[in-house]
């Protein structure tokens, strides 16, 4: 059975950081693209960054550039976004997602509220 688990969500105040976790089980790991996408409320779900089963070459929305950093751990099964210099903008659901050669999985999310 497939699981992505979603932690590290919760309120912050604009300018800080949060670091953002998802275990994933239930398929070879390091064989996945893993992605992290959010969700503001009354907006459609958009991408946030990408990470290779390689661990290079990130690919990051022009909304986050330079303030969020994507990373991943092959051993533990786990991917991180490491989140800076949080905005209002930046408040959302936050979703990890895995492309697994023609499988595509989803967490169930968690919400991050930037507000002071």
């Known amino acids: 059975q497939v699981q992505l688990v979603e932690s590290g969500g919760g309120l912050v105040q604009p300018g800080g950081s949060l670091r953002l976790s998802c275990a994933a089980s239930?398929?070879?790991?390091?064989?996945?693209?893993m992605n992290w996408y959010r969700q503001a409320p009354g907006k459609e779900r958009e991408f946030v960054a990408s990470i290779p089963s390689t661990g290079t070459s990130e690919n990051y929305a022009d909304s986050v550039k330079g303030r969020f950093t994507i990373s991943r751990h092959n051993a533990r099964s786990t991917v991180y976004l490491q989140m800076n210099s949080l905005k209002p903008a930046d408040t959302a659901v936050y979703y990890c997602?895995?492309?697994?050669?023609?499988?595509?999985?989803w967490g169930k999310g968690t919400l991050i509220t930037v507000s002071s």
């Open positions: 997602n895995a492309r697994y050669y023609i499988w595509d999985y």
């Open positions: 239930g398929f070879t790991f390091r064989d996945a693209v």
